[in-house]
């Protein structure tokens, strides 16, 4: 089918909807992929784009139906955005889902410590903000009662196209006069110092992080949503600090090139790339 990569089908899928914490009243959901098989599998919590400020759980499902049909637990979460919510409330429910994951991961046929991170665009961004600095306690506000000691570090970080430097991106859209995103960077943030501040670049230029996990990184050289030397400047600098990333581009390729045209071979490969470092990184490869 057109909405599907053309990826080998290694496992049959059971798809379906759970709530993974609520706000006040009110469930935020994740869809769950779980491969159907004896496991155990790796498995990521993955985490949308949408400039921060839109999509749901929903935005990446043909690359999660992927790499669940090749036998990787997928848990792709919602959470807080604005209007209501700012930074870094989505960050907090990021590594809330991240330990809750780790800390569930039996019951989805994974393990603990197979358990790594995808994130697209924005999401990727708040996804690294909350591995790079996992007990951070505005990022680790939120208690989990049935796992108290769990923390948000994850061993691998599968990145496509992120926002890794969102002050930078934050200047380009300015000067190029792109309103829907700089309205959508307004909403989130409350400042070019709050972007300095969550920025995946300074923090892991300055060595914040710490130890940097294997990562690898996928951009399409036609992304307009990035500055051109974002994915190489956030590479060098996790190289520099002593991590591995696999910086992997696709010439001419917009942002979000995969879920555009899933049926693409750009976006076979892409998808074949993601899955083979995370099968890799759990030991299945």
Same mark, same amino acid.
Request: charge should be negative; glycine fraction near 10%.
């Given at each position: 089918?057109?909405?599907?990569?053309?990826?080998?089908?290694?496992?049959?899928?059971?798809?379906?909807?759970?709530?993974?914490?609520?706000?006040?009243?009110?469930?935020?959901?994740?869809?769950? @992929? /779980?491969? *159907?098989?004896?496991?155990?599998?790796?498995?990521?919590? +993955?985490? #949308?784009?949408?400039? &921060? =400020?839109?999509? !749901?759980?929903?935005?990446?499902?043909?690359?999660?139906?992927?790499?669940?049909?090749?036998?990787?637990?997928?848990?792709?979460?919602?959470?807080?955005?604005?209007?209501?919510?700012?930074?870094?409330?989505?960050?907090?429910?990021?590594?809330?889902?991240?330990?809750?994951?780790?800390?569930?991961?039996?019951?989805?046929?994974?393990?603990?410590?197979?358990?790594?991170?995808?994130?697209?665009?924005?999401?990727?961004?708040?996804?690294?903000?909350?591995?790079?600095?996992?007990?951070?306690?505005?990022?680790?506000?939120?208690?989990?009662?049935?796992?108290?000691?769990?923390?948000?570090?994850?061993?691998?970080?599968?990145?496509?196209?992120?926002?890794?430097?969102?002050?930078?991106? @934050? /200047?380009? *859209?300015?000067?190029?006069?792109?309103?829907?995103?700089? +309205?959508? #960077?307004?909403?989130? &943030? =409350?400042?070019? !110092?709050?972007?300095?501040?969550?920025?995946?670049?300074?923090?892991?230029?300055?060595?914040?992080?710490?130890?940097?996990?294997?990562?690898?990184?996928?951009?399409?050289?036609?992304?307009?949503?990035?500055t051109p030397d974002m994915a190489d400047r956030f590479t060098a600098a996790w190289k520099a600090r002593g991590g591995a990333?696999?910086?992997?581009?696709?010439?001419?390729?917009?942002?979000?090139?995969?879920?555009?045209?899933?049926?693409?071979?750009?976006s076979r490969r892409a998808t074949e790339l993601v899955r083979d470092f995370i099968l890799a990184q759990a030991g299945r490869?």
């Amino acid at each position: 089918m057109a909405d599907e990569v053309a990826i080998e089908q290694r496992y049959e899928v059971e798809t379906r909807d759970l709530e993974y914490r609520r706000e006040g009243s009110a469930p935020i959901l994740a869809r769950l @992929y /779980r491969p *159907v098989g004896a496991g155990p599998f790796p498995a990521v919590i +993955e985490v #949308h784009g949408g400039a &921060w =400020a839109m999509g !749901d759980r929903l935005n990446n499902a043909p690359l999660d139906e992927a790499l669940a049909k090749s036998g990787i637990v997928v848990l792709a979460v919602d959470f807080r955005m604005p209007p209501q919510w700012r930074y870094p409330a989505s960050i907090a429910d990021i590594n809330y889902a991240t330990r809750w994951l780790k800390a569930h991961a039996g019951k989805f046929g994974s393990r603990r410590d197979l358990v790594g991170g995808l994130g697209t665009s924005s999401g990727a961004h708040q996804l690294l903000l909350s591995a790079l600095k996992p007990q951070d306690p505005r990022y680790a506000a939120l208690p989990l009662a049935e796992a108290p000691g769990e923390d948000a570090s994850l061993p691998y970080l599968a990145l496509c196209w992120p926002i890794s430097d969102p002050l930078a991106r @934050y /200047r380009m *859209v300015k000067e190029k006069g792109n309103a829907r995103l700089v +309205e959508a #960077h307004d909403a989130y &943030w =409350a400042s070019e !110092d709050e972007m300095a501040e969550g920025n995946p670049q300074a923090i892991v230029a300055s060595g914040g992080a710490g130890r940097l996990p294997p990562a690898i990184l996928i951009q399409g050289t036609g992304d307009d949503n990035v500055t051109p030397d974002m994915a190489d400047r956030f590479t060098a600098a996790w190289k520099a600090r002593g991590g591995a990333m696999d910086l992997h581009k696709f010439d001419g390729q917009p942002h979000t090139f995969v879920m555009r045209d899933p049926a693409s071979e750009a976006s076979r490969r892409a998808t074949e790339l993601v899955r083979d470092f995370i099968l890799a990184q759990a030991g299945r490869g």
